[in-house]
Nanobody, 119 residues
Framework: VQLQASGGGLVQPGGSLTLSCVAS????????MGWYRQAPGTQRELVGI???????DYGDFVMGRFTISRDNDKHTAYLQMNGLRPDDTAVYYC??????????????WGKGTQVTVSS
């Protein structure tokens, strides 16, 4: 199983970006898909996590600026970010929680995608 996050880049303050996370491999189902971020010198923090039914638990800092969604059939999660600020600059990671495969159930992390908010 591999998770690949994409869509990062450089954006001006107040701008928007949409990140995608695609899980590939012999996957039966994914219980939850999460987005996290880590800025230099800080700990990784939760952006939000979505279950199969579409319920999302967001990190406290999100305050309505970000929206997480998923496509269960495509094993894909999305992170739409609006009103970006310089302090949103970080590497954004996705993970799959309780990913069911022919080999069993495990959690997986993808490599991150860099988001830089700067004028």
């Amino acid at each position: 199983v591999q998770l690949q996050a994409s869509g990062g880049g450089l954006v001006q303050p107040g701008g928007s970006l949409t990140l995608s996370c695609v899980a590939s491999g012999s996957i039966f189902s994914i219980s939850k898909m999460g987005w996290y971020r880590q800025a230099p010198g800080t700990q990784r923090e939760l952006v939000g996590i979505i279950n199969r039914a579409g319920r999302v638990d967001y990190g406290d800092f999100v305050m309505g600026r970000f929206t997480i969604s998923r496509d269960n059939d495509k094993h894909t999660a999305y992170l739409q970010m609006n009103g970006l600020r310089p302090d949103d600059t970080a590497v954004y990671y996705c993970n799959g929680v309780r990913v069911a495969t022919p080999d069993g159930v495990s959690d997986y992390w993808g490599k991150g995608t860099q988001v830089t908010v700067s004028s």
